[in-house]
């Protein structure tokens, strides 16, 4: 998109594939129809955001304007146009199919608090640009509209011809030259969908957001990954349930254990409260941390926090007690929030002269949304089993209950009680109604996580009732599932068969024999073996059905369509791709800011013309965007990495960067993980424990319409324990 700097000092990029964020307050909804043949039936979506960036001097600005998409369109305005008719936008370009949005979380822009979205063309990075909003659940809105704006440019594009051309002509406007004469749009925004309020609304000093939903059994035990746990309520108390995983029949002195309540608000709402740092708001449902203040932030999706707690309310101290943890938070493609909490140390905060310096544990906050107006609510972390046993056996009060675990434990039940006490931060439901991310009849996928893992070392304050028990071991790997249903090998014998019709069964089989190919990590011998790969099937993964359309049923995966023959394992300088023409190489998938791993599949026929796989392979980038599907699981390791990576399928052309590589008998995919931030700083918690970690992934190509179901699994691998020193130097 194109145009000049705002007074000249302002350097404003909205780009040919633009994509922003913009943070939200009140907002009603109106749909537009538009008199033009072309325009008909399309939505519109308008509301004030602020525009970020830095000037020519360096300073940074951020400027409320009003933005109007409608279409594949996108304009920008210095005042609203429906009450300044005739006025001129100061930008204006479309949302072209090569656009790329990266949430990048809350940050300070100047004195406020605000969320930002980035966007960049993924073909041209220089090509960039950051809008701002006050709350998620706008900047959630907002990304929901622009994506229904490139889904249009993809229409077109997928159309041919003369879209395809005047496409291709308006996608080529000059980013960095002067602002063009263009036309009024003003006298057809009469009708549209309104995303907030005035610029008055983009204050923080209150916040009445709107709410999103995601349908789904959340609690449900069918997800993307096949999990071994079992979950046991032991207590309920005010209306929260306290579950402990006792899938480990044996039982070790670790055990994870979770609170869980729903809460009559939307997911956004419920994120804001968790992060908020103001005492006065946390000292109303936080027993624990209700003292906090900022040390440090990164990337708008993770900061590091310091707070002190008076030890009359905790334990048998006598000395006050001081703490460093970090926060991390995303949220998922299903739109699930994670918030990940670790003990820290950072050289701002030293222990404070008459503190004693103590452990938060490591802990995990999830939010689902439900409805419109409700949320489920998750807190995990891990204990020492000695004084956890007693007090979940026993109803009188106990040593645990003046714990920091405890405390932990009960800042759901706070939260809970805290919202329901304070109606202003109840969310009103939408009235949005788009084309969602799903499509008609192709309801969202279920929210599963895996929970199981390693433990890390307990704090201090965990105290046991014996003496003899302190010493806490790990939580024992659980392992998969031994007793698989008649019915779901059927279904996986069925997805398997309807994976053979992909390739062309005229062609008599050739025998790919991986012993034949050297890579730099070798195939495992067995479970045992380390730094090595293998290959797991596909009966770990749950994948569509063929009913998926009708009733969301997912099934068992089959055996791969592809063979996996080599893994490689690299270290390079910057991200690295066409790796498959490279001389020590036989696709990529880098990982920021040093390694890559390579897996090589190989087919034993060729593909079938007019096949589900010939149409990704010779399909265009946008088609494969929206089609490559990963799902990962990590079947053995810390249970935080578990937590952290989950098991939920992700749509990898949708969250990071890809580039594809077309030869006549290959195809190469390149998954530049750094490309997101959030990804970044998953695979780094991920690089920190990976000597430990046994891990599953699964690629496959989404299945969107009725002729292409049942999915099937195009190719896995199993990564055993990785050392990070074994990556060889990938030179030129």
């Known amino acids: 998109m194109a145009g000049s700097g705002d007074g000249g000092n302002e350097r404003e990029v909205l780009e040919d594939s633009i994509n922003h964020s913009s943070s939200f307050s009140r907002h009603r909804y109106r749909r537009s129809m ?10 519109a979506f308008s509301g004030w955001v602020y525009h970020v960036g830095t000037n020519s001097i360096g300073h940074e600005y951020s400027h409320q304007r009003f933005l109007y998409v409608k279409g594949k369109y996108v304009e920008m305005y210095r005042r609203d146009p429906q009450e300044n008719p005739g006025i001129r936008p100061i930008r204006k370009g479309i949302i072209g199919p090569t656009l790329m949005v990266e949430e990048t979380g809350s940050r300070k822009v100047g004195n406020e608090e605000l969320y930002t979205i980035q966007f960049y063309n993924r073909l041209d990075e220089t090509k960039k640009g950051e809008i701002a909003c006050t709350s998620a659940e706008e900047s959630k809105k907002w990304i929901e509209a622009l994506d229904y704006a490139k889904q249009q440019a993809e229409y077109e594009l997928s159309r041919g011809g003369g879209a395809r051309n005047k496409l291709s002509l308006e996608a080529d406007i000059d980013l960095e030259g002067h602002r063009p004469r263009v036309r009024r749009y003003a006298s057809g925004l009469k009708k549209l969908i309104r995303i907030g309020g005035g610029p008055e609304l983009l204050s923080r000093s209150s916040s009445s957001l709107g709410t999103g ?4 059994d959340f609690e449900g035990e069918f997800g993307d990954a096949v999990e071994a746990h079992e979950w046991k309520c032991v207590r309920t108390i005010n209306g929260v349930r306290i579950l402990e995983d006792v899938a480990d029949g044996k039982g070790g002195r670790a055990s994870l254990v979770k ?18 740092l103001d005492r006065h708001k946390r000292y109303e449902w936080d027993m624990l941390t209700g003292d906090l203040e900022l040390v440090d932030s990164y990337d708008g999706n993770y900061d590091v926090v310091y707070g002190t707690y008076d030890p009359k309310y905790l334990g048998r101290w006598q000395s006050k007690r001081d703490f460093v943890f970090s926060r991390q938070w995303f949220q998922g493609q299903d739109g699930a929030y994670t918030i990940l909490q670790f003990p820290a140390a950072h050289k701002k905060r030293p222990t404070r002269n008459g503190y004693q310096r103590t452990s938060i544990k490591p802990s995990t906050w999830e939010i689902r949304s439900l409805t419109n107006e409700k949320c489920l609510v998750t807190h995990m972390l891990e204990m020492n089993t000695a004084g956890w046993g007693r007090w979940k056996k026993s109803s009188s009060c106990s040593k645990f209950e003046k714990t920091i675990p405890f405390a932990l434990l009960s800042q759901v039940a706070g939260l809970k009680e805290y919202i ?35 433990s890390s070392s307990t704090s201090e304050d965990e105290e046991s009732d014996d003496e003899s028990e302190k010493e806490e071991k790990p939580v024992k790997p659980k392992p998969a599932p031994a007793a698989i249903s008649s019915t779901a090998l059927k279904q996986a014998s069925d997805a398997a068969e309807n994976a053979s019709k992909e390739l062309d069964l005229s062609v008599p089989p050739i025998h790919v024999d991986p012993s034949q190919f050297n890579s730099v990590l070798h195939k495992g011998k067995d479970d045992a073996d380390t730094n090595c790969w293998t290959s797991p099937g596909g009966a770990g993964f749950m994948i569509r059905g063929q009913t998926y359309l009708k009733n969301s049923a997912k099934i068992m995966g089959g055996n791969p369509l592809l063979k996996l023959i080599a893994v490689d394992w690299f270290k390079v300088d910057k991200a690295t791709d066409k790796i498959a023409l490279h001389p020590k190489s036989l696709a990529q998938i880098p990982a920021k800011p040093n390694y890559s791993l390579v897996l090589y599949y190989a087919a034993e026929r060729p593909v079938r013309k007019d096949s589900l796989l010939e149409k990704f392979a010779d399909g265009t980038d946008q088609f494969r965007d929206a089609r490559f599907k990963l799902i990962p699981s990590i079947v053995e390791g810390y249970w935080m990495v578990k937590r952290a990576v989950g098991t939920k399928a992700c749509l990898l052309g949708k969250a990071v960067t890809c580039k594809y590589f077309r030869q006549d008998n290959f195809l190469e995919i390149d998954v530049d993980i750094g490309s997101s931030s959030v990804a970044r700083s998953v695979i780094g918690l991920v690089l920190g424990y990976v000597t430990s970690l046994v891990v599953d992934l699964a690629i496959l190509i989404e299945a969107n319409d009725a002729a292409e179901l049942p999915e099937y699994i195009l190719g896995s691998v ?9 990556a060889v130097p990938l030179d030129g």
Do not use: M, Q, W
């Open 420 to 454: 329901g006490a304070n109606p202003s931060l109840k969310c009103e439901p939408s009235s949005l109604a788009l084309h969602s991310k799903h499509s008609e009849g192709d309801p969202p996928d279920e929210f599963y996580d895996a929970v199981a893992g390693d």
């Open 259 to 276: 609170a869980v309540a729903p809460v009559d608000a939307s997911a956004d709402t419920v994120l804001e409260v968790i992060l908020n």
């Open 718 to 726: 199993r990564l055993n324990r990785v050392r990070l020193e074994s």
């Open 213 to 216: 939903s995601s349908d789904g």
């Open 34 to 43: 538009s008199s033009g043949e072309e325009d008909k039936g399309l939505l």
